[in-house]
């Protein structure tokens, strides 16, 4: 399984540790989105520990448990444009443990132009011990203030296959500290979840929210609808899956950054 959707709330909220503004791109639907750091407006170092809790395991548009959610614990360290991080994961209703630990560096290419590169090593432990590396890059766009383009890229070396999330954030400050951004994505397969079909994964929408609690303590959460698509039906109908294959999920974040 493949998840970076704790390390994409991690990234942005770590670019936070200031006040929270209007133009915040968490984009924690994302579960391969590596969102940047920006660089630091005060000490060299930062780091941020992070809880949280997702009511389902949902990552390429599948939900990877068979029932309950998932809680996550991470923590980060950022040195200029260089972001190390360790997350664990571990399902509340069955046997299932997942670490990610990895790195990513942020360059700007313009002004307005970010672009995102890194490495992460998985492993899980279910009724299966998994394994996998994955080498991942995003770009995003912030020329429009009410308006956030990106796109995020993952190979995974054990696949052999890549995936691709298209996204637009509109984030608005409604409160003094308070955030709401609606998004959508639409999600590519290239042999990553599947090996024998190739295009459209799934489309996604949703609405995430974050608050300031204190200057250095933000809590995040979001709830998120998928659709699925060409890629998710063909496997489905292989294995002879008649459930619905959408998903509504949600998740909720408690983090400090010091």
Not at 134 to 161: C, K, Q
Not at 162 to 187: C, I, K, M, N, R
């Amino acid at each position: 399984m493949k998840n970076t959707l704790t390390l994409t709330l991690l990234t942005c909220l770590i670019s936070m540790a200031a006040p929270a503004a209007a133009d915040t791109n968490s984009a924690i639907d994302d579960s391969h989105s590596t969102n940047k750091f920006t660089p630091n407006q005060g000490s060299e170092t930062q780091y941020l520990i992070d809880l949280g809790w997702d009511s389902d395991y949902i990552s390429e548009g599948r939900n990877n448990l068979d029932k309950g959610g998932i809680f996550w614990s991470s923590a980060a360290v950022q040195h200029g444009n260089l972001n190390v991080y360790a997350t664990m994961g571990r399902a509340d209703s069955q046997h299932y443990t997942e670490w990610n630990l990895g790195l990513e560096y942020s360059i700007a290419l313009t002004e307005n132009l970010e672009t995102t590169l890194g490495y992460q090593r998985i492993e899980s432990y279910g009724d299966e011990r998994c394994s996998d590396n994955e080498l991942f890059g995003s770009l995003t766009y912030s020329g429009v203030e009410w308006l956030t383009p990106s796109i995020n890229y993952t190979y995974a070396t054990e696949a052999s296959g890549y995936f691709v999330e298209a996204s637009l954030h509109s984030s608005w400050e409604l409160l003094d500290g308070f955030t709401f951004t609606p998004y959508v994505t639409q999600a590519f397969d290239f042999q990553y979840a599947t090996e024998d079909h190739n295009g459209p994964n799934h489309f996604q929408f949703g609405v995430e929210a974050e608050y300031q609690l204190a200057q250095n303590v933000i809590i995040s959460g979001h709830i998120s609808h998928t659709i699925a698509q060409e890629d998710i039906k063909l496997e489905a109908k292989m294995d002879e899956v008649e459930s619905s294959l959408d998903q509504t999920f949600a998740g909720v974040h408690l983090t400090w950054v010091f």
